[in-house]
């Protein structure tokens, strides 16, 4: 499951990238186990239904701007509320796309909106998954990765 989920990690990244972002992004390297990886700033989406748990995309600060920048089409080189959205909002089309990947062997999988968190270095965390699959990227050097962490059930 975790090589599948995987998958569908890269897949939904690299379609939401070249469709919406229209930057060129590199794979970097993926791994079977999070490993509580810090980033300055998160927009974590739940997942619920076929799959418990939810997805993390995070980065630094500067790659969560170029990312935003990207989205929204304008230069933006600080965080505020506006890159905070954006960032929110590619988590959201990366998560849905892993959802659309899964959902047809897994069965039905929800998204709950996302949400952000900020700060130099934090970490997250959560108690309820058995899985953790992250897959790392780079966009023109800078780091970025997306982390889902989930149980299936029924399984």
């Known amino acids: 499951m975790q090589d599948k989920i995987n998958a569908a990690a890269r ?8 469709t919406m972002l229209f930057v060129p992004i590199n794979p970097v390297s993926s791994t079977g186990e999070g490993t509580n990886v810090e980033a300055d700033v998160s927009a974590i989406t739940g997942l619920s239904g076929a799959v418990e748990g939810g997805t993390r995309l995070g980065s630094p600060v500067e790659t969560a701007t170029a990312l935003a ?33 899964l959902a047809g062997e897994l069965g039905e999988i929800n998204l709950s909106p996302p949400f952000v968190v900020t700060g130099k270095n934090h970490k997250a965390h959560g108690d309820s998954s058995d ?13 970025f990765f997306i982390e889902v962490f989930y149980t299936v059930k029924g399984r």
């Open 11 to 18: 897949e939904a990244v690299d379609e939401i990238v070249s």
């Open 69 to 101: 920048s990207a989205l929204i089409g304008e230069d933006i080189d600080e965080l505020n509320a506006d890159t905070e959205d954006a960032f929110g909002e590619l988590a959201n089309m990366i998560t849905g796309g892993i959802q659309t990947r």
């Open 131 to 143: 899985q953790i699959v992250l897959t790392r990227f780079e966009l023109d050097g800078k780091p």
